[in-house]
């Protein structure tokens, strides 16, 4: 997710889901962050110049982040999903976390007027922004629903695409987000994703400082463990590539789940040594 990508969850097999109460507080962390991101309080919010570079560096094309109303890129990504999906016209995509909007709406570009974007977001601050972004690009063929990945307000097999950009790394049961994905997705759909990820488990003395931008860095997934949490989830033709970890800025190092003190001597390149941004597709 960004410069300061707040991510906590778990959902391979080696991995042990927290507690209900502490899945419960990081949530609740979690919205509080995201809504002050939404009213412009931290990251890239309010800095379009900023948040634009951020994304073209993650492989957004200039021309889309143009296109876009004021405030709608907050500069929360560590991927382009809209790039590895090869959106096809007409298609029903939906989009887990969707923010203020950005991929839905370059997306619902992609997919033309006979297409469909759905945003689910669990921030009712993010609903409400991403909502008047697209009423001010003029967009009708997307639409955003307040809602939880782990249980999507959307019908059985009833989209071609599922897209997102960061977000899956906050779920606290990431194999329940696949399933749910795989529920949704119609016989032949497909998966585009990029999300966070740790390239070997976190020394004790690395958690707090990792957790500065992915939150709850001990209950990441491991690049190797992701593979098995989609095909556990039913999902086929599975690829995760460690698509590197330049995305991950030392400009903001606001945690959502975590203080980044006491952290002396650790620096960008080690959090770069061990986090990663991974790209991944699949289909049903």
Not at 177 to 204: M, N, Q, W, Y
Request: proline letters at 4%.
């Amino acid at each position: 997710m960004s410069n300061s990508n707040c991510g906590c969850g778990a959902g391979a097999t080696a991995v042990a889901a927290p507690r209900v109460d502490e899945a419960d507080q990081t949530k609740s962390r979690l919205r509080d962050t995201y809504a002050a991101s939404a009213n412009g309080e931290r990251g890239f919010a309010g800095d379009r110049e900023l948040a634009d570079s951020h994304s073209e560096q993650l492989g957004y094309e200039r021309s889309d982040l143009e296109d876009l109303p004021e405030g709608a890129n907050l500069g929360l990504g560590c991927g382009n999903p809209t790039a590895l999906a090869s959106i096809r016209p007409g298609e029903v995509i939906l989009d887990l976390g969707s923010g203020a909007g950005i991929d839905c709406l370059i997306a619902a570009k992609k997919a033309g007027p006979g297409g469909q974007v759905i945003g689910v977001d669990m921030t009712p601050e993010m609903v409400e922004k991403a909502r008047a972004n697209a009423a001010e690009a003029g967009v009708e063929n997307v639409e955003f629903r307040l809602g939880e990945i782990e249980h999507l307000p959307v019908a059985d097999s009833s989209v071609d695409l599922v897209i997102s950009n960061c977000v899956i790394n906050l779920a606290a049961d990431k194999g329940q987000v696949f399933k749910e994905i795989h529920r949704v997705l119609k016989p032949g759909g497909r998966v585009a994703i990029s999300d966070t990820a740790t390239r070997s488990p976190l020394p004790p003395e690395m958690l707090d400082f990792v957790s500065t931008f992915i939150g709850c860095g001990d209950n990441t997934l491991l690049v190797d463990e992701y593979r098995s949490v989609l095909q556990s989830a039913g999902l086929r033709d599975v690829s995760v590539v460690d698509a590197g970890s330049s995305w991950v800025s030392g400009s903001d190092t606001t945690s959502c789940c975590a203080s980044s003190g006491g952290n002396e001597g650790i620096g960008i390149d080690d959090v770069r040594h061990y986090l990663t941004s991974v790209s991944v597709t699949a289909v049903k």
